[in-house]
């Protein structure tokens, strides 16, 4: 039955999916999150998603770096390829029941240019236009 696969996923994967069933099978709600700022001193650049929906899901954000420049330094929770980098947090970021997350960013001197929150559209956001930063 589907409640033994959810409970053999969430056993099999030492996690509480709970929060997954309930939202993606027995509610209407939906993703709605976007780029609320952005702010960079020094190496470090701070993106504050903003999670407008009932729904959480992971934050995937991809980053533009400016071509040239020192090196990339990547993020353990990162994967580089070329000037661009695609940064992921889990889940568990909303858990607590804030509507923002501040997502650090650090790949060394490069200038970030870009940031684009779930850039492949994986996730049913209500208005993917707040989802870019700088605003087009």
């Known amino acids: 039955s589907p409640w033994d696969y959810a409970f053999f996923m969430s056993r099999a994967l030492g996690r509480d999916l709970g929060w997954f069933w309930y939202y993606w099978l027995f509610t209407t709600d939906a993703v ?18 903003r999670q407008d929906g ?13 071509p040239g420049g020192p090196a990339i330094r990547p993020m353990a929770n990162s994967r580089v390829q070329g000037d661009t ?5 889990p ?6 029941g804030s509507r923002t997350f501040q997502a650090a960013l650090d790949f ?23 989802n870019v930063w700088p605003r087009p």
């Open 32 to 49: 709605d999150g976007s780029i609320a700022g952005m702010r960079t001193t020094g190496n470090r650049t701070v993106v504050t998603v």
């Open 54 to 66: 009932a729904m959480p899901s992971p934050v995937v954000l991809k980053v533009e770096l400016a």
């Open 85 to 89: 980098a695609i940064v992921t947090w």
């Open 91 to 96: 889940v568990d970021v909303w858990f607590g």
């Open 108 to 130: 060394g001197g490069r200038r970030i240019t870009r940031v684009t929150l779930d850039p492949a559209g994986r996730f049913p956001d209500g208005d993917k236009a707040d």
